[in-house]
């Protein structure tokens, strides 16, 4: 799903100061499978574009509140690039895109029937915690991850 954002309300609110960047990941924290994905989009920003978040972290509720996606259930991948938001396959297969070499591959599934990509999500996400568990609180970055988290 694709929503408007005003990085100005993001920016406003306090929660951000890198409006040069504007590339804004919104993960489920505790989501042992969701913290592989941060760490593999970590490995492969090359280009140092991204920034993230836990959704359940205060900075995490202030974005969601900022672009209308409050009480948000955690079931989905958030992405905001520049002035769009991106949600759960939509949200995945654009951060594709901006991942060099072979990550970058996967953004050729934006060619399959949107249902699939879908389907393929909601699976995942549904069964997430069965699959690849849950961890007791949020991620904590390292030192050397810190200026990549809000």
């Keep these: 799903m694709r929503y408007q954002a005003h ?5 406003s609110s306090g929660v951000c100061c890198f409006s040069h960047i504007m ?11 969701c913290n592989g994905i941060v760490n593999f989009i ?4 090359n ?5 993230f978040s836990a959704q359940q972290s205060e900075e995490g509720q202030k974005i969601l509140s900022s672009v209308e996606k409050q ?3 955690l079931n989905s991948l958030i992405f905001i690039d520049e002035n769009e938001v991106f949600e759960g396959a939509d949200a995945a297969i654009s951060i594709s895109k901006y991942l060099k070499g072979v990550p970058g591959a996967f953004y050729i599934l934006r060619f399959l029937p949107r249902k699939v990509n879908h389907a393929a999500y909601n699976f995942i996400a549904k069964h ?3 699959i690849f568990g849950k961890r007791d609180s949020c991620r904590i970055p390292t030192e ?5 988290f809000l």
Excluded: A, P, Q
Excluded at 47 to 51: K, P, S
């Design 144 to 148: 050397e991850e810190k200026n990549k």
């Design 71 to 73: 009480g948000h259930n």
């Design 7 to 11: 990085f100005s309300d993001i920016i």
């Design 23 to 33: 590339k804004i990941i919104l993960f489920d924290g505790v989501c042992n499978f």
């Design 128 to 130: 997430r915690y069965k």
């Design 42 to 45: 970590l490995k492969h920003d």
């Design 47 to 51: 280009d140092n574009l991204f920034l």
